[in-house]
């Protein structure tokens, strides 16, 4: 009989946030599929767990997925985990479930910390619906197409962002989304915890005063204001297309927020 795949939430940063229940998982365990099995390595000797592990990312992922799956239907516990925080939340790991539920093999969650969640709960922005969107493109055109595309969202907005991109990302938040509320949570539940809460611009300003920004980011944006059209549609186009949006994703955007036709954008801007 094949055993179960155990996904394993780890502390993503004060060890005191692991469960009893993961513990005696990752000493019952087999196998332990790990991120990188020197992070992994340091927590379970901080527990004293001394169990078998093997690598598990996203440059061994297919490979690695067809072994695991096979100690799997020979009756090994095989617990996955990522460096910090839940498993397959912007980390490896849905390969090896995927073919596992194909399989028949229970696949088992052990919940605990998750910086998603901790950053939503403490935020101060509405939490009756969210939507995580993992890391945002690394080039600035292409952050802006993503940022664009989720004007239209009611709900807070979350996601991971790195130190050194932060500034750029809030220039780009105010750009497209408008001085819209914003939380930056930064290195959660680790010494330097820390909240920094206002609008974009505020934010960003707070940040871009600092020599540098270090440390893990979680960024939430709450939901504008209803837009009021102040402007002209040919002056909202030529605005979107300032701020780097393709004229015709600009169009499109325009006659979204306007309760207008594409149609009838194009033929004002071309009259």
């Known amino acids: 009989m094949p055993a179960s795949l155990y996904l394993v939430a ?7 946030d692991i469960t009893l229940r993961a513990l005696r998982v990752l000493k019952e365990a087999d196998v332990i599929a790990c991120e990188d099995t020197r992070q992994t390595g340091k927590l379970l000797a901080h527990f004293g767990i001394d169990k078998p592990t093997v690598s598990y990312h996203e440059h061994n992922e297919a490979a690695r997925t067809q072994e695991l799956l ?3 239907e020979a009756g090994a ?4 985990v990522s460096d910090a925080g839940t ?6 790991g849905y390969r090896l479930v995927t073919a596992a539920i194909a399989a ?3 696949v088992v969650p052990v919940p605990g910390a998750s910086a998603v969640l901790s950053a939503l709960a403490a935020a101060g922005l509405p939490t009756d619906a969210f939507r995580f969107g993992g890391f945002l ?17 009611t709900c807070t907005l979350i996601f991971y962002e790195a130190p050194h991109r932060i500034l750029d990302t809030l220039s780009d938040i105010v750009a497209l989304l408008g001085d819209r509320p914003v939380v930056v949570a930064r290195e959660l539940t680790k010494f330097y915890e820390e909240f920094l809460r206002g609008t974009a ?7 871009a005063a600092r020599p540098s920004v270090k ?40 006659a979204r927020d306007r309760g207008l036709s594409k149609r009838d954008v194009y033929k004002t801007i071309s009259g």
Not at 10 to 16: A, D, R, S, V, Y
Not at 77 to 80: D, G, P, Y
């Open 104 to 106: 028949g093999i229970p």
């Open 87 to 92: 498993p397959l939340i912007s980390d490896p």
């Open 70 to 72: 096979a100690r799997l």
């Open 201 to 207: 611009e505020q934010v960003r300003l707070q940040l």
């Open 137 to 153: 493109p690394v080039k600035s055109t292409q952050r802006r197409k993503a940022l664009e595309s989720l004007r239209a969202e």
């Open 77 to 80: 516990e095989v617990a996955l």
């Open 215 to 254: 440390g893990e980011i979680t960024l939430l944006i709450g939901k504008g204001a209803p837009a009021v059209a102040t402007t002209s549609v040919e002056e909202a186009v030529h605005e979107l297309e300032e701020a780097g949006i393709p004229r015709m994703d600009a169009i499109k955007q325009v």
């Open 10 to 16: 780890t502390p993503i940063g004060n060890l005191e």
